[in-house]
């Protein structure tokens, strides 16, 4: 899907990593429609706001991977 150009969305608290794995994702699919979006699992606000943006720019999700745990803050 990825190198047939599917919108992709990557969603990560570590903007600084993610970022780089966009980059190298685009690089080497070729794909440009792979972005990223910091978002806390652990704030419900970012994660309402990253749903809406996503609606906003694409109208509907249509596979959702959560591979996110919320840390423990001890």
Do not use: H
């Amino acid at each position: 899907c990825i190198k047939n150009k599917a919108n992709l969305i990557i969603a990560d608290i570590n903007e600084d990593r993610t970022i780089y794995l966009v980059e190298n994702l685009k690089r080497e699919t070729g794909n440009n429609n792979i972005l990223f979006q910091k978002c806390d699992i652990t704030n419900i606000r970012e994660i309402n706001d990253l749903t809406s943006k996503i609606l906003d720019k694409f109208g509907k999700i249509d596979a959702l991977v959560n591979n996110a745990y919320p840390r423990s803050k001890n």
